[in-house]
C-alpha cells in the first residue's frame, strides 16, 4: 500500500514557476516509479512526467519538456515537479500516482493516486 499527498499548487502568473511535491507513506514507496498527471476541466487526465524507482529512468510529455523538471528523494519519500516556466494551458488539477504497470504514460497503468493539487496559471 501506498499514500500519496500532493501539496505546493497555487495561483502563478505566466512565466512564473512553482515546485509540486507527492509524499508517500507505506514502505514500498522507494521500490516504485510514480508519475505525474494533470486534468483539466473537460479534458481527459493526461500524463506529465514519471520517474523510476532509482531516478535512473525519466520521460516528460511533449507539452512539458524543457519546462519541468521531475525529481525525488527517497530518503524522504517525495518525488517533486518543478515547473518553469508555466503557461495558461497548464491550468489544470495536478496528480501524482505510483506502482503503475504496462507504459507508466496511461493514467490506468497507476494503482495508487493522491487527491490532486490546483495550479491556476493566469496570463
Known amino acids: 500500500q501506498v499514500q500519496l499527498v500532493e501539496s505546493g499548487g497555487g495561483l502563478v502568473q505566466a512565466g512564473g514557476s512553482l515546485t509540486l511535491s507527492c509524499a508517500a507513506s507505506?514502505?514500498?514507496?522507494?521500490?516504485?516509479?510514480v508519475g505525474w498527471f494533470r486534468q483539466a476541466p473537460g479534458q481527459e487526465r493526461e500524463f506529465v512526467a514519471v520517474?523510476?524507482?532509482?531516478?535512473?529512468?525519466?520521460n516528460y510529455a511533449d507539452v512539458v519538456k524543457g519546462r519541468f523538471t521531475i525529481s525525488r528523494d527517497n530518503a524522504k519519500n517525495t518525488v517533486y515537479l518543478q515547473m518553469n516556466p508555466l503557461k495558461p494551458e497548464d491550468t489544470a488539477v495536478y496528480y501524482c500516482a505510483a506502482d503503475p504497470e504496462g507504459s507508466w504514460k496511461e493514467w490506468t497503468d497507476y494503482g495508487f493516486w493522491g487527491q490532486g493539487t490546483q495550479v491556476t496559471v493566469f496570463s
Open positions: 520517474i523510476s524507482a532509482s531516478g535512473g529512468f525519466i
Open positions: 507505506g514502505r514500498l514507496f522507494s521500490t516504485n516509479p
